[in-house]
């Protein structure tokens, strides 16, 4: 079983798969100009704005790509946390195709600070070095930990006053959103762009860029043509969308896998020498579980199972001598699994 690796271990949602199906009877224009790309556009204005211009794709890396490079020269550099998704796992996709460079910083939790965007913004401006331009966070982080509504203001601020833009990756907004309890607008506060993820709540392939300022937005569609984005049958992303935001789908979704995440933690918590590295506030749960007849053994008993094997060093994380994992719940995440999870994991450290 693979129940608690990932979040894109899960299926898709009956209700978004039935939204496909549907977007499937009969033909429409291509390549964006059809009905339900526009009703899908029109729902994210709803939620964030009506200034608010939207591209489409079909993977996070893509969104995250398709916003950095509309930010971004060659000669600019974006910071980011180190641990960031854009850092560690998109194969140097963001400076592949701007030709920027990235700045990581070390961070506590994942997150950076104001005082991180203000010494990173008083670069000498030399020829020798990339100019700042902007800094790209993950809400929530690859951690699973939040900014808060004042978090993200004070970020922006201080962004914003030294001139640079600010990316949000949301590849897990719709979490972020449902543990703050405010909208999906909210839970992204000062962002300039943000890069919307459907695939993590629910939905089969489905991200998207929004471009909050929209005087940033004007070569969205050449930019996303040439990250082969614009698709020639882009209404079966724009109905995913429209399944997810027209309705409470979005965030019912990601309640329930916040809350299947601390059911998690409630299990791992309770294994003696067990350490919850990082505070569980959305799906994901970061440990480092105690050494039993070393780790091949305890190893091969969770794989057989459940939880991802990660360097937690990695992400700033340590605690307990052992076998450090990740866990992350889904929208189809059980009470079932997470009995089958404990009886696993206790069998294996409790006997």
Same mark, same amino acid.
């Not at 089969?204 to 929209?214: E, G, K, S, T």
């Not at 995913?240 to 019912?252: H, K, M, N, S, Y």
């Not at 791992?268 to 919850?276: E, L, T, W």
């Not at 091969?300 to 307990?320: K, P, S, T």
């Given at each position: 079983?693979?129940?608690?690796?990932?979040?894109?271990?899960?299926?898709?949602?009956?209700? !978004?798969?039935?939204?496909?199906?549907?977007?499937?009877?009969?033909?429409?224009?291509?390549?964006?100009?059809?009905?339900?790309?526009?009703?899908?556009?029109?729902?994210?204005?709803?939620?964030?704005?009506?200034?608010?211009?939207?591209?489409?794709?079909?993977?996070?890396?893509?969104?995250?790509? !398709?916003? #950095?490079? +509309?930010?971004?020269?060659?000669?600019?550099?974006?910071?980011?946390?180190?641990?960031?998704?854009?850092?560690?796992?998109?194969?140097?996709?963001?400076?592949?195709? +701007?030709?920027?460079?990235?700045?990581?910083?070390?961070?506590?939790?994942?997150?950076?600070?104001?005082? %991180?965007?203000?010494?990173?913004?008083?670069?000498?401006?030399?020829?020798?070095?990339?100019?700042?331009?902007?800094?790209? !966070?993950?809400?929530?982080?690859?951690?699973? +930990?939040?900014?808060?509504?004042?978090?993200?203001?004070?970020?922006?601020?201080?962004?914003?006053?030294?001139? #640079?833009?600010?990316?949000?990756?949301?590849?897990?907004?719709?979490?972020?959103?449902?543990?703050?309890? +405010?909208?999906?607008?909210?839970?992204?506060?000062?962002?300039?762009?943000?890069?919307?993820?459907?695939?993590?709540?629910?939905?089969?392939?489905?991200?998207?860029?929004?471009?909050?300022?929209?005087?940033?937005?004007?070569?969205?569609?050449?930019? %996303?043509?040439?990250?082969?984005?614009?698709?020639?049958?882009?209404?079966?992303?724009?109905?995913?969308?429209?399944?997810?935001?027209?309705?409470?789908?979005?965030?019912?979704?990601?309640?329930?896998?916040?809350?299947?995440?601390?059911?998690?933690?409630?299990?791992?918590?309770?294994?003696?020498?067990?350490? !919850?590295?990082?505070?569980? %506030?959305?799906?994901?749960?970061?440990?480092?579980?105690?050494?039993?007849?070393?780790?091949?053994?305890?190893?091969?008993?969770?794989?057989?199972?459940?939880?991802?094997?990660?360097?937690?060093?990695?992400?700033?994380?340590?605690?307990?001598?052992?076998?450090?994992?990740?866990?992350?719940?889904?929208?189809?995440?059980?009470?079932?699994?997470?009995?089958?999870?404990?009886?696993? #994991?206790?069998?294996?450290?409790?006997?």
């Amino acid at each position: 079983m693979t129940f608690l690796v990932s979040d894109n271990t899960s299926g898709v949602h009956p209700d !978004i798969l039935a939204a496909i199906v549907r977007a499937n009877a009969g033909q429409a224009p291509s390549y964006g100009d059809d009905p339900l790309t526009a009703q899908a556009e029109q729902l994210i204005r709803d939620h964030f704005g009506p200034q608010a211009e939207v591209a489409f794709a079909v993977t996070g890396t893509a969104a995250n790509v !398709i916003a #950095l490079a +509309t930010l971004l020269r060659p000669y600019e550099t974006v910071l980011c946390a180190e641990t960031a998704h854009i850092a560690t796992d998109e194969c140097a996709a963001p400076e592949h195709f +701007t030709g920027a460079r990235l700045t990581t910083v070390p961070t506590r939790d994942g997150r950076l600070t104001p005082d %991180q965007v203000a010494a990173f913004a008083r670069a000498d401006g030399s020829p020798h070095s990339p100019r700042p331009r902007a800094v790209s !966070i993950a809400q929530p982080t690859e951690l699973g +930990t939040l900014y808060s509504v004042a978090d993200l203001q004070a970020l922006a601020a201080t962004a914003h006053a030294h001139g #640079l833009r600010l990316h949000i990756d949301g590849a897990r907004l719709a979490n972020a959103a449902a543990a703050l309890g +405010t909208g999906l607008a909210e839970a992204a506060t000062g962002a300039d762009i943000v890069s919307l993820g459907g695939t993590k709540n629910g939905a089969l392939a489905a991200d998207a860029v929004i471009f909050l300022d929209p005087s940033l937005a004007g070569p969205r569609r050449l930019i %996303q043509k040439q990250a082969m984005q614009l698709l020639s049958k882009g209404r079966f992303v724009a109905a995913q969308f429209v399944a997810l935001l027209e309705g409470d789908l979005w965030r019912t979704n990601a309640t329930h896998a916040n809350a299947m995440a601390a059911r998690v933690a409630e299990v791992v918590s309770s294994v003696p020498g067990a350490v !919850i590295a990082f505070p569980v %506030q959305t799906n994901a749960v970061f440990a480092t579980l105690p050494a039993l007849g070393g780790p091949s053994r305890t190893g091969a008993a969770l794989d057989e199972h459940a939880g991802a094997a990660v360097d937690l060093a990695r992400y700033g994380g340590g605690g307990a001598a052992g076998l450090p994992r990740r866990f992350m719940a889904a929208f189809d995440t059980t009470e079932a699994d997470v009995q089958a999870f404990a009886r696993v #994991l206790h069998a294996a450290f409790i006997g």
